[in-house]
Nanobody
Framework: QVQLVESGGGLVQPGGSLTLSCAASGSDVTIYTMGWYRQAPGKQREKVALISSTSITIYADSVNGRFTISRDNAKNTVSLQMNNLEPEDTAVYYC??????????????WGRGTQVTVDS
């Protein structure tokens, strides 16, 4: 059974920093692209950052230059370093990963989310 578990959310003042982490667990898994999405109240879920298995990264324009995504393939983890946070970054952040279990079909998995609140 594959699980993604996020950690690291919380309350931070504008201009502050937070680091989110996500660990994928499961047997006989091959993990491809990993990423972070977020959903603010009343808004659709949006892509924040993606990282391929070879560490090619893509960022949303709104976070480019402020957020950094990284992964540790040996530990099956992905992290999101968030700097210079703005109130508009307030949202529930979700970890996402494309995972193949043994020879099964590639499937997208999601974590349960972690709340990030940017407020003075």
């Amino acid at each position: 059974q594959v699980q993604l578990v996020e950690s690291g959310g919380g309350l931070v003042q504008p201009g502050g920093s937070l680091t989110l982490s996500c660990a994928a667990s499961g047997s006989d898994v091959t993990i491809y692209t990993m990423g972070w999405y977020r959903q603010a109240p009343g808004k659709q879920r949006e892509k924040v950052a993606l990282i391929s298995s070879t560490s090619i990264t893509i960022y949303a324009d709104s976070v480019n230059g402020r957020f950094t995504i990284s992964r540790d393939n040996a530990k099956n983890t992905v992290s999101l370093q968030m700097n210079n946070l703005e109130p508009e970054d307030t949202a529930v952040y979700y970890c996402n990963a494309d995972i193949r279990v043994t020879t099964a079909t590639l499937k997208a998995y999601w974590g349960r989310g972690t709340q990030v609140t940017v407020d003075s």
